[in-house]
């Protein structure tokens, strides 16, 4: 009699085993892109904080994406200060920015027609000046406010209308295309918008010392001394000249009226207890 075999053990199917797998690998590669794509975000992002910083400044309430650079601004807050040393209003100095931006759009030019230069394209031949004088911002703004002043009623003026009569263009009207920037920029720099003018750049962290800005503060705007208080608007005008020769003078930080700048946010934030004293730090490392 034939003896049965003994039964073989019953295996699992191998199939489900094989999937199992299958969904882990899946499951561990989704993972993997996900970690991929996190760590470039993250990536992304330590860039945008990062990475090299633009120079640049913005004026408050001008439209989305309007800036200024550095030297601009520099000559901009140079044009307002110059106008308080002088007791001029305001307007005076739209009238001089609007002359500005459309002569040599706020840059130093050393090169223009015939022999004008600077800020204002003025012309030694026509008794401006000197060419050194002229290519100084100061001198250049000074020179335009003497003439400004000698036209009667110029303060009632319309601003194309007052800048021609100081400039004589051969295009008479085209000072009135800046008109409207020109009175931004002014409301800014001279105090009459607080933290109306914000630069940011990246600041060396090995540079020579850099040179007192106290003489050319007191040369420009008149202001001998920041340890005496100022008057909100004034305070806000030589806060802005600051910020505007910010990098010129190695300052990292100003701060007035419960409100600092620094280079590195190129905002004003709140900063301690309001009062009526302008500071201003310098690097001091080499």
């Not at 899946?26 to 470039?40: I, R, S, T, W």
């Not at 003497?146 to 021609?164: C, F, I, S």
């Not at 990246?202 to 005496?228: C, I, N, Q």
Request: glycine share 8%; net charge positive.
């Amino acid at each position: 009699m034939a003896v049965a075999a003994p039964p073989r053990s019953v295996r699992p199917p191998a199939r489900p085993r094989r999937r199992l797998r299958k969904r882990t690998r899946v499951l561990a590669g989704l993972l993997a892109v996900a970690l991929v794509a996190a760590g470039a975000v993250a990536t992304l992002a330590w860039f945008r904080h990062s990475g090299p910083v633009v120079a640049s400044c913005r004026v408050a309430s001008a439209s989305p994406g309007s800036e200024l650079g550095l030297d601009q601004a520099a000559n901009a807050t140079t044009i307002a200060a110059v106008a308080a040393r002088e007791g001029l209003p305001d307007h005076a100095v739209t009238v001089a920015l609007a002359a500005a931006l459309q002569e040599s759009r706020l840059h130093n030019l050393n090169y223009g027609d015939r022999d004008s230069l600077g800020l204002f394209q003025q012309r030694p031949s026509q008794g401006w000046g000197t060419p050194a004088q002229l290519m100084t911002p100061s001198y250049a703004a000074a020179a335009f406010y003497e003439q400004l002043t000698r036209v009667p009623g110029w303060d009632q003026m319309a601003v194309t209308d007052a800048a021609q009569r100081v400039q004589r263009s051969g295009a008479p009207t085209a000072y009135a295309n800046w008109e409207g920037e020109a009175r931004t920029i002014a409301i800014a720099v001279t105090g009459e918008q607080p933290g109306g003018l914000a630069c940011r750049f990246a600041t060396p962290k090995h540079a020579p010392l850099p040179p007192d800005y106290m003489s050319a503060l007191t040369r420009e705007s008149g202001v001998t001394t920041l340890a005496a208080p100022l008057a909100k608007a004034r305070g806000w005008g030589i806060a802005a000249w600051l910020v505007g020769h910010a990098q010129q003078y190695g300052i990292t930080s100003v701060t007035f009226d419960g409100q600092r700048w620094t280079p590195a946010s190129g905002k004003w934030r709140s900063y301690g207890t309001p009062d009526a004293h302008v500071r201003a730090e310098q690097r001091n490392t080499t």
